[in-house]
């Protein structure tokens, strides 16, 4: 199965993750942001009972907001605050 593949950049304050590709082998980190979330709820750099949120530089070097909510992804939000989220990402 094609999964995401990624690096964490920084844990502490914030979360912060890099899309590593190769994306013609490897989903994006946006495509595949369920199982990505999972497994960083699995390996205990999400909380899993919260709402939390989280960065990540997805396959183009766009920094990316991802909000989740007990574990599970909600949304995709810009952390630059210019538009409160990014309508056009799909998580097919």
Same mark, same amino acid.
């Given at each position: 199965?094609?999964?995401?593949? &990624? /690096?964490?950049?920084? %844990?502490?304050?914030?979360?912060?993750?890099?899309? %590593?590709?190769?994306?013609?082998?490897?989903?994006?980190?946006?495509?595949?942001? %369920?199982?990505?979330? /999972?497994?960083?709820? %699995?390996?205990?750099?999400? @909380? #899993?009972?919260? /709402?939390?949120?989280?960065? &990540?530089?997805? /396959?183009?070097?766009? #920094?990316?907001?991802?909000?989740?909510?007990?574990?599970?992804?909600?949304?995709?939000?810009? @952390?630059?605050?210019?538009?409160?989220?990014?309508?056009?990402?799909?998580?097919?």
């Amino acid at each position: 199965m094609r999964k995401a593949t &990624y /690096s964490v950049v920084q %844990e502490r304050p914030n979360l912060i993750i890099r899309d %590593e590709g190769p994306w013609d082998h490897k989903l994006t980190v946006t495509n595949d942001i %369920e199982s990505v979330v /999972s497994h960083l709820v %699995e390996h205990g750099l999400v @909380p #899993f009972n919260v /709402s939390e949120s989280f960065l &990540y530089y997805d /396959s183009t070097s766009v #920094f990316t907001g991802v909000v989740i909510d007990k574990g599970k992804f909600v949304k995709f939000f810009n @952390p630059n605050g210019e538009d409160d989220e990014y309508p056009d990402r799909t998580t097919s």
